[in-house]
């Protein structure tokens, strides 16, 4: 098995703790840090983008470029998930309002409640991604001991399937599926939302189907478009604002 | 401390598609009223415009024209025997939370519903027997005939743009309109929009099966339009974003761009948005009632607004809603069946197939709220014989599109991998390539169906929530397979490259995926206090100045959409009150 090289997360947590080794402070360094705290080659040109998380740790960060990266691999039809944004958007995504549980009914008594009654857990879309990422590295950690950026492809996919048929099933009592839905559904958000979110960048989610975006008026081409491919180049909320 | 303000003629709660009707109509004939709305303020040329209307996350996903509820919502559960849970958030149905309510962002499907709802209990008994209905399906007759509703589904239409072909003026069946359709005294106002391929590929397989497709009658304008009340209307552009959105051509016939405007410019009318009323109060004998307490919910003060007359006009779960909080009417009681107000829970069924044809460019994207063709062969007609499939009610089935947007839009193959490259290719390959046909299913009243006050949970005000106890019975799984393999016979005679068949449903009711917003029930009209809420006029035999308009006053869900019978319900309750009531306050049906 081949190791995945070290990633800008080591590199990351290796400045960190040099930073923090330099500031005379006393905090916990693990062993496994201080071994990948050798700066990695690629590391620096990719850094500036995980800065610019707004809500996901390193940990999670390196979850989720792994996640959408392999759900949406680079090939002829489209660019891979961190290509197309989708790790920024979910990133944003649980920044924002709706990872906050705007909207959501957040009184209690809590109660498992059947299929039918919906989403009942005490947890806002952001402390759900973030509970269920720990959990999910703890079954990678237990079945193949690294986390889950750090398996192969054929792991990863084993991974998945667990995770959407619910085979795996989480030590911290978080329902699987609960946290499978919540993050296909924001993948799928990340690929075809509009580009000002962050994800579907330069429209290439909405390439890959023909989707014209935000183009408004199709009058005429209901007649003259009937049964025939629709040339566009699609256009966001951005290019007509 | 409550702030008591000065007695109006009249208060309504709730500024949608009802309430907007009765505050043009009443403050034309010179009452003064009072709109509560629990929103702000929205409007087509500051809110649904381009290009920042043409976003599907934030009104298809995040709900942003809807109620939010994090400060009200329900609890459901499938059966009394289950423990009802709050919905935390929105899913099956999707109301309304701005100045226009559920109208802003509905798809504009218009229909008439006819004697076979209006009289559904005699017209069963009479061909099928009293057997045929069983024991605790608790439908009813209405108490109002299609003749009397056919001048004000007309108004309705008039106002709303309806675009359709009459299938039945006056008696005489007009070829290219629904043949099954009552008999009209005029066409549509506006002649029906144009196919896209989905739906004439639909009619021809309908028609070669020997059933009678036709346009979906849709408040969505084929042409710009000015209705009898000054309002202009846009030609519809086929955007694609219409169910979920405001129309940024005023294209869809919503109230925030027809009645309310107009009542907005009258004197006599005084919009206060942010309002959210709690109660109606009653007087001290509870045959009368005083007016509403509302909440000012950007700064939490409380008024209460007296008024003459109290109109609900809150949609169905609020309007419900507030009767039970407000202590009037006999609550229902499934078990012993007594009491009246929550019985009667309604909403619909349905199923569907998806059809793939290899290299046909059906440009989903292209649609109207509208843009389907139906077939009412099992539905609205009665020669249809529903004893060999054992079941009430019907079902209509159409092909086409209205929305096909893609965070939630991307058909694939039944068997097609959810992720990765092969997931990609089918994604690619098929999102222009497929359509559907769809079935939507009537669904008859039964005794465990119902509202009441939840013992636990409560909502930002502190009140009760309503809970929303809901299951499909045997009548709709019965009809589910019959819809089934109607719609899956039409599809094959298609040929298409793959199918994914309809199957009936059996799963029981859930909150989540969107199904309708077309719940009903729950303060039914009636001919009688015993069995009903409201009378034929939607007054409350309780307090005869309390008025509860909307498909609240259905006592069951037929397969068509509510809101031809809503709007042209709200019409004629304007009149019984400007005719009637005004004159001579009290009961308009005795007893
Ligand atoms: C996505 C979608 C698609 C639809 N498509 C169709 C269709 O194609 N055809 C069809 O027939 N129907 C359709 N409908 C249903 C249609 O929108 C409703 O039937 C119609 O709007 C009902 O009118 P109403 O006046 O009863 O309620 P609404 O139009 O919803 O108005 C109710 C108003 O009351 C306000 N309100 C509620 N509670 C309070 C309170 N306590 N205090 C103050 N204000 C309050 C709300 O904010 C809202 O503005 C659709 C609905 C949705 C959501």
């Not at chain 1, 978080?174 to 499978?180: D, Q, S």
Request: hydrophobic share 35%.
């Amino acid at each position: 098995m081949k190791k995945p090289e070290l990633d800008r997360r080591d590199f990351i947590k290796g400045a960190v703790v040099g930073g923090a080794a330099a500031a005379g402070a006393t905090t916990a360094i693990t062993p496994i840090d201080i071994a990948q705290a050798e700066p990695a080659p690629a590391a620096p040109t990719a850094a500036p983008q995980a800065a610019g998380y707004e809500f996901l740790n390193l940990d999670e960060a390196a979850f989720i470029e792994a996640m959408v990266d392999h759900m949406i691999p680079a090939d002829d039809i489209s660019p891979k998930g961190t290509d197309l944004g989708v790790n920024i958007y979910i990133d944003r995504a649980l920044a924002g309002s709706w990872g906050k549980g705007d909207r959501l009914y957040m009184q209690g008594p809590w109660k498992p409640g059947a299929p039918s009654q919906g989403y009942q857990l005490p947890l806002t879309p952001a402390q759900l991604y973030r509970a269920s990422i720990e959990a999910a590295n703890t079954h990678c950690r237990k079945t193949y001991g690294q986390s889950f950026d750090r398996l192969e492809a054929a792991q990863r996919e084993e991974v998945l399937v667990g995770l959407s048929t619910g085979k795996i099933k989480f030590d911290s009592g978080l329902p699987v599926r609960t946290f499978w839905t919540t993050l296909y559904q924001t993948v799928i958000e990340g690929m075809y939302s509009d580009p000002i979110y962050g994800g579907n960048r330069n429209k290439a989610g909405w390439a890959i189907i023909g989707f014209p975006g935000a183009i408004a008026v199709h009058r005429d081409h209901v007649e003259s478009y009937r049964g025939k491919p629709f040339p566009s180049k699609p256009l966001g909320i951005a290019d007509l604002s | 401390m409550t702030t008591k303000l000065r007695e109006v003629d009249v208060v309504i709660v709730g500024l949608g598609w009802t309430g907007g009707i009765l505050a043009k109509e009443l403050t034309e004939a010179g009452m003064k009223v009072v709109a509560l709305e629990r929103g702000g303020m929205r409007t087509s040329e500051n809110d649904y415009s381009l290009p920042n209307i043409r976003d599907e996350l934030r009104y298809v996903v995040r709900h942003d024209l809807m109620q939010n509820t994090a400060r009200d919502t329900l609890t459901v559960r499938n059966n009394p025997q289950q423990e009802a849970l709050p919905m935390r958030r929105l899913g099956s149905f999707l109301p309304g939370e701005v100045v226009g309510g559920s109208g802003v962002h509905w798809s504009g499907h218009t229909w008439r519903w006819t004697d076979m709802e209006f009289k559904i209990r005699s017209n069963y008994e009479e061909r099928y027997g009293k057997k045929f209905i069983p024991d605790d399906m608790t439908i009813k007759d209405w108490g109002i005939s299609y003749a009397e509703l056919e001048p004000y589904y007309e108004k309705f239409e008039y106002t709303a743009a309806v675009s359709g072909k009459a299938g039945n003026l006056a008696g005489t069946i007009q070829a290219g309109g629904n043949p099954f359709e009552a008999p009209r005294a005029r066409d549509y106002p506006l002649p029906p929009l144009t196919p896209i391929l989905a739906s004439e590929m639909f009619s021809d397989a309908a028609r070669n099966a020997g059933y009678h497709p036709f346009p979906r009658p849709s408040a969505n304008a084929s042409q710009p339009y000015t209705n009898p009340d000054g309002s202009k209307f846009g030609g519809c552009q086929y955007c694609g974003y219409c169910q979920r959105f405001g129309c940024e051509a005023n294209a869809k016939g919503s109230a925030h761009m027809t009645v309310i405007p107009i009542a907005m410019r009258n004197p006599n009318f005084e919009l206060r948005t942010h309002a959210w009323a709690t109660r109606v109060n009653k007087d001290s004998d509870g045959k009368r009632v005083t007016g509403v307490t509302y909440t000012n919910v950007l700064n939490g003060e409380e008024f209460e607004q007296p008024a003459s007359i109290v109109l609900l006009c809150a949609y169905v779960l609020n309007n419900v809603h507030l009767l039970l909080l407000s202590g009037i009417g006999a609550p229902y009681e499934p078990v012993a069946q007594t009491g009246v107000v929550g019985k009667n829970y309604c909403y619909q069924t349905g199923a569907g197939a998806t059809l793939f044809f290899d290299g046909k460019y059906f440009n989903p994207f292209m649609n109207a709220g509208g843009s389907n063709a139906t077939i009412d062969d099992f539905n609205t007609n009665w020669a249809f014989d529903r004893a060999p499939h054992d079941f009430l009610g019907g079902f209509n089935v159409s092909g086409g599109f209205n929305t096909a947007l893609p965070i939630g839009y991307r058909p694939v193959p039944s068997g097609t991998p959810q992720w990765g490259t092969a997931w990609k290719q089918a994604t690619a390959k098929w999102y222009q390539t497929a359509m559907t046909i769809n079935a939507s299913g009537s669904v008859m009243a039964n005794r465990y169906n119902c509202f009441d006050l939840d013992p636990t949970y409560r909502n930002a005000f502190g009140q009760p929530l309503m809970r929303m106890t809901f299951d499909y019975k045997d009548n709709e799984h019965k009809m589910g397979v019959h819809a089934a393999g109607v719609i899956n016979d039409i599809a094959k005679s298609m040929n298409p490259t793959k199918l994914n068949s309809a199957t009936a449903r059996t799963d029981p009711w859930t909150v989540v995926p969107y199904q309708s917003t077309h719940n009903t029930g729950g303060a039914i009209m009636g001919s009688n206090p015993r069995d009903s809420v409201l009378n034929k006029y939607l007054q409350s035999w309780d307090c005869h100045n309390l008025f509860v308009i909307g498909a609240n006053a259905f006592p069951h869900n037929s397969s068509y959409n509510p809101t031809g019978p809503v709007g042209a319900l709200a019409y004629w309750t304007a009149d019984a009150i400007k005719n009637h009531y005004v004159k001579n306050p009290g009961p308009l049906v005795q007893a």
